[in-house]
């Protein structure tokens, strides 16, 4: 097996190429280069030294992968005749895919590996930039990386961005955490006699003349808590504050029961503006269910029984695990197919033991979704009738039983016949997709809304309802309903 030696061409020009690796390119006898644009190698064709590039493969493709991994299999492929060397800008391990697939490769018993160290870009930029990485630093792909990838309090070096394009995609990305005008670096050629700094407003990111494949971009650190709070993390560490010694004292007294009635508010809010098709509300009603999702958190992180970690790997272990046919190899059809199996690993994760039907269906703050949730799981297992006229009947028989109850019965027969009609009235609701509970909610912010203009028109006029008839008080709900749109 014949070896495939890669060497690291250094980050600037000639004179910062060790002396070790100047002597193997001058003596390489099949010098291929992933690029010829690198100021060590135009100063080695001055000096007669030839080499073949792999340039032309970045016409051939639109990815960055695609031109990599054509690049390693051509090696690969050129290493069964004899040994080649293979040079690339930097050091060899540090940002350069093409020899990480080279390295996995030599693990698969495909090639014979030597990889010869060169200057890698990092340390000309640190000197550059005047940064301590013991501060906290990110490298990062700028072909691939993502909006979660990054973390505001460290600074950032993004590789790779070779051109407007791009820095393109690195600008948008970056600007879905960072403010349109902030302030970034364009490096390029650190450490060489062509060493060029250029700070720009983000926006200005793509637009700039200096962008080749010796371009790093710097994104410095936001010290301010109020310039990260697009972070997970900086609303952890809101909350906790909140509940520290020396924080809120409402706060630090809530407990994981006192906190349950404004979970239960925040979520009949959030379906409010759901129904209200209102994004600007979603935003702000998802932010408060939000808040109590990592307050009941926190509290179990202070008490000492869990963390946020724990919840993050409960449901994301769920998640993966009753989703074989994404992250797995399991085949579905329909979504019934996956109601299906949902429910077969749901009963394996409980041991394969019988589950009753009605078992986790309860809701404690809302009867109306209990009865709903008990309904809807009867039905799965063929408890129902076959179409909505079943249910208009069993409503009018409940009906008629309450309304004789009203009339001859007593109160407990007739609080029984009542909760009889009501169970109905949800199960109507059920064949027609209808959710009882937002029903209610609609109707409760419905007469709220009405009963308030009629109370501001009492007080506008005679200022107290026992001034007025119920006539009267009936005109004002009129006109209430068309001022306010019959909802």
């Given at each position: ?5 890669v060497l690291g061409l250094?980050a ?6 060790p002396?070790?690796?100047?002597k193997?390119l ?5 010098l291929y280069?992933r690029?010829a644009?690198h100021p ?10 030839s080499?073949?590039s792999?340039d032309?493969i ?9 031109v990599y991994?054509e690049i390693?299999e051509?090696l690969i492929?050129?290493?069964?005749s004899?040994?080649?060397f ?11 895919q093409t ?5 996995e490769?030599e ?5 014979q590996?030597?990889i010869?160290?060169?200057q890698s870009?990092l340390?000309?930029?640190?000197n550059?930039?005047?940064i301590?990485p ?12 993502k ?6 309090s460290?600074h950032?070096?993004?590789?790779q961005?070779?051109d407007?394009?791009s820095a393109s ?5 970056l600007?879905?955490k960072?403010?349109e005008d902030?302030p970034v670096t364009?490096?390029?050629?650190a ?6 700094l250029r700070?720009?407003?983000l926006y200005?990111?793509?637009r700039a003349?200096?962008l080749?494949n010796l371009?790093?971009i710097y994104v410095?650190?936001?010290n301010k ?6 972070e997970?993390s900086t609303?952890r ?10 924080g809120?004292p409402?706060?630090?007294?809530q407990?994981h029961?006192?906190?349950?009635k404004?979970?239960i508010e925040?979520?009949h809010?959030f379906l ?6 209102d ?9 408060d ?6 307050l ?8 000492g ?9 409960s449901?994301s ?5 009753r989703?074989?046919h994404?992250?797995g190899?399991?085949?579905?059809e329909?979504?019934e197919?996956?109601?299906r199996?949902w429910?077969?690993l749901k009963?394996e994760e409980?041991?394969?033991?019988h589950?009753?039907?009605l078992?986790?269906?309860?809701r404690?703050?809302?009867?109306l979704?209990?009865?709903y ?5 009867a039905?799965?297992?063929?408890f129902?009738w076959?179409n909505?006229?079943?249910?208009w009947?069993?409503?009018?028989e409940?009906?008629k039983?309450?309304t004789?109850?009203i ?7 007739q609080l029984?016949?009542l909760g009889?009609?009501?169970?109905t009235?949800v199960n109507?609701a059920?064949f027609?997709?209808?959710s009882?509970e937002e029903?209610m909610?609609?109707?409760n912010?419905?007469f ?12 506008r006029?005679?200022?107290e309802?026992?001034?007025y008839t119920l006539?009267?008080?009936e005109?004002f ?11």
């Amino acid at each position: 097996m014949h070896t495939i030696t890669v060497l690291g061409l250094g980050a600037g020009d000639l004179e910062q190429l060790p002396l070790g690796v100047y002597k193997k390119l001058v003596k390489a006898q099949r010098l291929y280069v992933r690029t010829a644009e690198h100021p060590v190698l135009q100063e080695l064709v001055n000096e007669g030294i030839s080499f073949e590039s792999f340039d032309a493969i970045y016409e051939k493709h639109d990815a960055f992968e695609a031109v990599y991994k054509e690049i390693v299999e051509t090696l690969i492929t050129l290493s069964q005749s004899d040994s080649l060397f293979y040079a690339v800008p930097g050091h060899p391990l540090v940002a350069e895919q093409t020899v990480q697939w080279l390295v996995e490769a030599e693990t698969e018993g495909r090639i014979q590996l030597e990889i010869v160290g060169g200057q890698s870009f990092l340390d000309p930029i640190f000197n550059a930039l005047r940064i301590d990485p013991i501060e906290g630093f990110q490298l990062l792909d700028g072909t691939m990386f993502k909006r979660d990838d990054v973390q505001m309090s460290q600074h950032v070096l993004i590789a790779q961005v070779y051109d407007a394009y791009s820095a393109s995609d690195v600008k948008l990305t970056l600007m879905e955490k960072y403010p349109e005008d902030y302030p970034v670096t364009i490096v390029t050629a650190a450490g060489s006699a062509d060493e060029l700094l250029r700070v720009v407003p983000l926006y200005e990111l793509d637009r700039a003349a200096e962008l080749n494949n010796l371009t790093t971009i710097y994104v410095p650190p936001t010290n301010k808590r109020e310039a990260r709070l697009k972070e997970w993390s900086t609303f952890r560490e809101i909350i906790a504050m909140l509940r520290a010694p020396e924080g809120c004292p409402w706060d630090r007294e809530q407990t994981h029961e006192t906190l349950k009635k404004y979970l239960i508010e925040e979520v009949h809010e959030f379906l409010q503006a759901v129904n209200d098709q209102d994004d600007d509300g979603m935003i702000e009603e998802l932010g408060d269910i939000l808040l109590q999702v990592f307050l009941h958190a926190q509290i179990g992180e202070d008490d000492g029984y869990f963390s946020l970690e724990d919840v993050l790997e409960s449901v994301s272990s769920k998640m993966i695990r009753r989703h074989p046919h994404v992250f797995g190899d399991v085949k579905v059809e329909s979504s019934e197919d996956v109601l299906r199996n949902w429910q077969q690993l749901k009963s394996e994760e409980k041991g394969n033991q019988h589950i009753l039907v009605l078992d986790g269906q309860e809701r404690s703050e809302s009867s109306l979704l209990t009865s709903y949730n008990f309904q809807k799981a009867a039905a799965k297992v063929g408890f129902d009738w076959p179409n909505a006229e079943g249910a208009w009947l069993k409503f009018e028989e409940e009906w008629k039983e309450f309304t004789h109850e009203i009339n001859a019965g007593t109160k407990a027969s007739q609080l029984d016949e009542l909760g009889d009609v009501l169970f109905t009235i949800v199960n109507v609701a059920r064949f027609y997709g209808l959710s009882p509970e937002e029903a209610m909610i609609h109707a409760n912010r419905k007469f709220k809304t009405r009963f308030q203009f009629v109370e501001e028109s009492v007080a506008r006029g005679k200022g107290e309802f026992s001034e007025y008839t119920l006539d009267e008080l009936e005109a004002f709900w009129q006109q209430a309903k068309q001022s306010k749109g019959d909802e």
